[in-house]
């Protein structure tokens, strides 16, 4: 049997969810689903998965990077022109992000404008820890569960908080609707309680799609950016080829 892995990753452990799915002939069942975890529990979770998804980014646009060197050095130079929000865009978003936003699949925060860096700086942490150096194919895979949602005709936004729970339940219930074949057995309680359990499931969900190779992946002009700023895998099959591919 297969098993993939979902990390819905957080700067604190204590909002960090993992999920692991074994997948059988035509069926998935959830077997793991542990909240807090830090790094080392996630890598003993994950440690006998065929493949792992990761909410969070892989990466910092070249612009960003570059920029960050050259200001750090005395060498930024003049004329930029940064009072125009057009000028720092490039500095916010990396190709992956704007990919994202140009197909209508959602609109990723900036991992450096945003204070989702500091899941980022775990992130890289987390996957050097796990020995990963591909970033675009490798044996984690960057995700975004709300591209993953929208794709699949599911609730993706407004689920979020603990104000939010009703949205959170009937988000539960329409991926059970929607996919019969998924056990989730003994974990309905936490994942209508906790938006991060959820997303690490819908993670996990990704993590298939790439191993059967059902995700958008850089085209051959972005692969080189990729390896360097990590690569969001949107899914581009329905729920159901998940197990019938």
């Avoid at 793991?32 to 990466?59: N, T």
């Avoid at 930024?76 to 992000?97: F, K, M, N, V, W």
């Avoid at 908080?161 to 059970?176: I, K, N, Q």
Wanted: net charge negative.
């Amino acid at each position: 049997m297969m098993r993939t892995a979902g990390v819905d990753l957080a700067a604190s452990p204590r909002l960090t969810a993992v999920a692991v799915i074994e997948w059988s002939d035509r069926a998935a069942r959830l077997v793991e689903l542990a909240i807090p975890a830090d790094d080392a529990r996630i890598a003993e979770l994950v440690v006998d998965a065929e493949k792992v998804g990761i909410d969070a980014p892989f990466g910092w646009p070249d612009a960003f990077v570059d920029f960050v060197v050259a200001q750090h050095r005395g060498e930024l130079g003049t004329g930029r022109s940064l009072d125009d929000i057009e000028q720092r865009r490039p500095l916010a978003y990396r190709r992956t992000d704007r990919v994202v936003v140009e197909n209508g699949w959602g609109r990723p925060l900036s991992v450096s404008a945003d204070q989702i860096a500091h899941v980022a700086f775990r992130a890289a942490g987390l996957i050097a820890d796990l020995g990963v150096v591909d970033r675009v194919t490798g044996w984690t895979v960057e995700a975004y569960p709300a591209a993953a949602l929208k794709k699949w005709g599911l609730t993706s936004r407004g689920y979020k908080g603990v104000a939010r729970r009703a949205v959170l339940a009937a988000s539960y219930d329409a991926l059970v609707r929607r996919a019969p074949w998924l056990d989730l057995t003994g974990h309905r309680e936490l994942l209508v309680a906790d938006d991060n359990a959820f997303d690490a499931v819908i993670t996990a969900l990704i993590a298939r799609a790439a191993v059967l190779g059902k995700t958008a992946l850089p085209g051959r002009a972005d692969r080189s950016v990729a390896a360097r700023e990590g690569w969001i895998h949107v899914p581009d099959c329905a729920l159901d080829e998940l197990v019938t591919s």
